[in-house]
């Protein structure tokens, strides 16, 4: 069989930094697991423009059609910001999620114990949190027509359109079921059924697609009521899934239930391909960060935490996950800390590159 093929889209900013201790970690697997993985890399966002004129050059595109899995660090930056609009960075990343059909995105609220005291929350409501948002990326109220500013007697009228079809709804239930099995084995869907009829279909549609699944245990909540349960005591969650509105909403909240945007990873998935394996491109949460760019003072956790992803979800290796993640976990208890992650008096913060050695470290103390 094949090697697993990942493509590296380092991207701008702090992007190249944090992707390069995600090499060490892919290195690491090679030497230590002797888990090889085809790696190639290639050029988005304003490395690109400033190589090709283009966000994304077609030819990059196309390689991102074929691998396993894409791995990005982050677009975008000042210099760009005079760009027109049809060229800038973020065009060639919303490209990429566009024409790979990406409609599952999974962002994780996961709290590391050491970070507890991070959280605007009490201790104990987020310690040893773990839980996933599926949130719908393609459809819904940000894509539907009609829509627009309209002149209608003597005012403007803006007009959005929430409009779900049932095989939308079905395939990224479909994704969160199938991630469901993966961990608890507990989905709860949220919508507002009792107020929009977008909200009853997916119920529906949900509750059908359940049946494929009957290990999984299926709740339902208003979305509303979800996101005070989720203020409330999350830990009560384990697999979420919900619509684009309300996802792009309910997903920030929780991640930041964890602490520092340099922690967050992401996923985001599309259809199954020939090898079974979902279209995917995983990309921590935060952006290029040009305040701290080129200085090593980047964390690349979350970088590195969206390669974990990239573990579980493209190529089923969830025990190796687990123990990237638990790496990840033991440096932090030890309180190695880059700059961003700083709290405690006297503790002086490592560079981006002493956070991927002392992450390999833990790696090799793990075997
Ligand atoms: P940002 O996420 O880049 O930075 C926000 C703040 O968080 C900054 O103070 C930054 O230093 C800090 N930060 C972010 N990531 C960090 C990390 N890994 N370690 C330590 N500190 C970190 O958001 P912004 O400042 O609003 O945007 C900067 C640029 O990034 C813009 O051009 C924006 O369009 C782009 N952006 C890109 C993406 C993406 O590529 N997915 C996402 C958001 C923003």
Redesign the pocket.
């Known amino acids: 069989m094949s090697n697993p093929s990942i493509l590296i889209l380092p ?1 701008d ?2 992007g190249p930094e ?1 992707m390069a201790e995600v090499r060490k970690v892919i290195g690491w697997y090679g030497d230590k697991r002797d888990i090889q993985f085809d790696v190639s890399e290639d050029l988005v966002g304003g490395a690109a423009y400033d190589a090709h004129g283009t966000p994304l050059h077609d030819d990059t595109m196309a390689k991102a059609q074929e691998v396993d899995a894409v791995l990005l660090g ?4 000042p210099k760009y910001d005079v760009l027109d609009f049809s060229v800038k ?2 065009r060639g ?1 919303l490209r990429l999620r566009k024409e790979m059909d990406l409609y599952a995105n999974l962002r994780p609220a996961q709290c590391f114990d050491a970070l507890a005291d991070f959280s605007s929350l009490k201790k104990d409501v987020v310690a040893g949190l773990d839980i996933m948002i599926v949130r719908e990326l393609t459809s819904g109220i940000y894509f539907g027509e009609p829509r627009g500013i309209i002149e209608e007697g003597n005012e403007r009228v803006g007009i959005n359109t929430q409009r779900y079809t049932e095989s939308e709804i079905d395939r990224v239930a479909r994704s969160a079921f199938e991630l469901a099995m993966k961990r608890d084995k507990k989905l709860c869907s949220m919508e507002k059924a009792n107020v929009m009829e977008s909200g009853i279909l997916w119920r529906e549609v949900v509750t059908e697609v359940g049946k494929d699944y009957p290990e999984v245990e299926l709740s339902h909540m208003y979305a509303d009521a979800g996101a005070m349960q989720l203020c409330r005591w999350p830990k009560q969650f384990d697999v979420i899934v919900t619509d684009n509105l309300f996802g792009d909403l309910l997903s920030d909240a929780a991640a930041m239930l964890t602490g520092s ?2 922690m967050l990873p992401s996923a985001s998935l599309g259809k199954p391909m020939a090898n079974g394996r979902p279209k995917a491109l995983y ?2 949460v ?7 760019a080129g200085q090593g ?3 690349p956790i ?1 970088c590195i935490l969206s390669f974990a992803m990239a573990l579980r979800y493209s190529f089923d290796m969830g025990a190796e996950a687990d123990r990237l993640e638990a790496a990840v976990e033991k440096v932090l208890a030890d309180g190695v800390r ?1 700059a ?1 992650l700083l709290g405690e008096e006297g503790v002086d913060p490592v560079s981006t590159s002493e956070m991927g050695d002392a992450i390999v470290a833990a790696l090799d103390a793990s075997l």
Request: glycine share 22%; charged share 20%; no cysteine.
């Open positions: 991207g900013g702090i944090v982050a677009v975008g930056g960075p973020e990343l945007l340099g990309e921590p935060h952006g290029s960060a040009p305040d701290i003072k980047a964390n979350a880059t961003d």
